[in-house]
């Protein structure tokens, strides 16, 4: 969808291993990643791999959320 100032593409790319290509290509462009942790699982090897993904792609903005806060 866009604005008159702004183009906005939104990439849903799952945290698994297979799809590590998909998360690659949606990201190449984006100026914003995020990052969203399960509360329940915490930190895992999928989130410290995007996260350095998105580094090295230069991402300006890497925001981090937490969800199901409420189930801990």
């Known amino acids: 969808f866009a604005t008159p100032k702004r183009k906005f593409i939104i990439a849903d790319t799952p945290g698994h291993i297979q799809y590590t290509r998909n998360m690659v290509t949606g990201a190449s462009t984006a100026d914003l990643s995020i990052i969203l942790i ?15 993904i998105s580094s090295l792609l230069g991402i300006p903005h890497i925001l981090v959320a937490i969800n199901k806060m409420d189930l801990v």
């Open 38 to 52: 399960d509360a329940r699982h915490g930190v895992l090897e999928q989130t410290v791999r995007h996260s350095y």
